[in-house]
Antibody
Framework: EVQLVQSGAEVKKPGESLKISCKGS????????IGWVRQMPGKGLEWMGI????????RYSPSFQGQVTISADKFISTAYLQWSSLKASDSAMYYC??????????????WGQGTLVTVSS | QSVLTQPPSVSAAPGQKVTISCSGS????????VSWYQQLPGTAPKLLIY???NRPSGIPDRFSGSKSGTSATLGITGLQTGDEADYYC????????????FGGGTKLTVL
């Protein structure tokens, strides 16, 4: 069974850095892309970007390029989403999800449980 | 402002049928498969329909999907109170800034 397990909720102050994680299991981690999706409070889903853990090929939505960094450690089957300097507007639920196809452009067939990030002074 | 346009809300009585539309453009809906996700309150989204009109294992046939041109539609028949959720369409956008895109979401209320 494919599982994506995310790290726990975080409370941070503006300007702090943060790295959240998503561990995949039940499949060959290096053979599938992993994506990140943002959901701000009371709002819809936003596609942030994807990474191919096999070679770390990464693609970002223009809205998130330069704002976050997506990375992966294939040896521990874990993908990451990180910020170098958080803003209050980064407060949201963040989901990792697996595109079903090897191009990364397909539907998300598995989702993590979400990581709630709260940024407040 | 989402790339794909969905109605903010729809409602119907138990047992009735409802449809949710998803409108895009030639670079996204018109050029790629559409998927639909159900998000129950306080939970992660779940895949409901993939490749325009296919249901993953375990999804009842009360849920259906279709696509025509640059629009897609999710249909739900025999509405149940447990269907109350937010529904999102999603697809790939093949434009210069290629990437995944979602609709703004539709809140389904079963009266």
């Amino acid at each position: 069974e494919v599982q994506l397990v995310q790290s726990g909720a975080e409370v941070k102050k503006p300007g702090e850095s943060l790295k959240i994680s998503c561990k995949g299991s039940g499949y060959i981690f290096t053979n599938y892309w992993i994506g990140w999706v943002r959901q701000m409070p009371g709002k819809g889903l936003e596609w942030m970007g994807i990474i191919y853990p096999g070679d770390s090929d990464t693609r970002y939505s223009p809205s998130f390029q330069g704002q976050v960094t997506i990375s992966a450690d294939k040896f521990i089957s874990t993908a990451y989403l990180q910020w170098s300097s958080l803003k209050a507007s980064d407060s949201a639920m963040y989901y990792c999800a697996r595109p079903h196809d090897h191009h990364g452009s397909g539907y998300f067939d598995s989702w993590g449980q979400g990581t709630l990030v709260t940024v407040s002074s | 402002q989402s790339v794909l346009t969905q109605p903010p809300s729809v409602s119907a009585a138990p047992g009735q049928k409802v449809t949710i539309s998803c409108s895009g453009s030639s670079s996204n809906v018109g050029d790629n498969y559409v998927s639909w996700y159900q998000q129950l309150p306080g939970t992660a989204p779940k895949l409901l329909i993939y490749d325009n009109n296919n249901r993953p294992s375990g999804i009842p046939d009360r849920f259906s999907g279709s696509k025509s041109g640059t629009s897609a539609t999710l249909g739900i028949t025999g509405l149940q109170t447990g269907d109350e959720a937010d529904y999102y369409c999603g697809t790939w956008d093949s434009s210069l800034s290629a990437g995944g895109v979602f609709g703004g979401g539709t809140k389904l209320t079963v009266l």
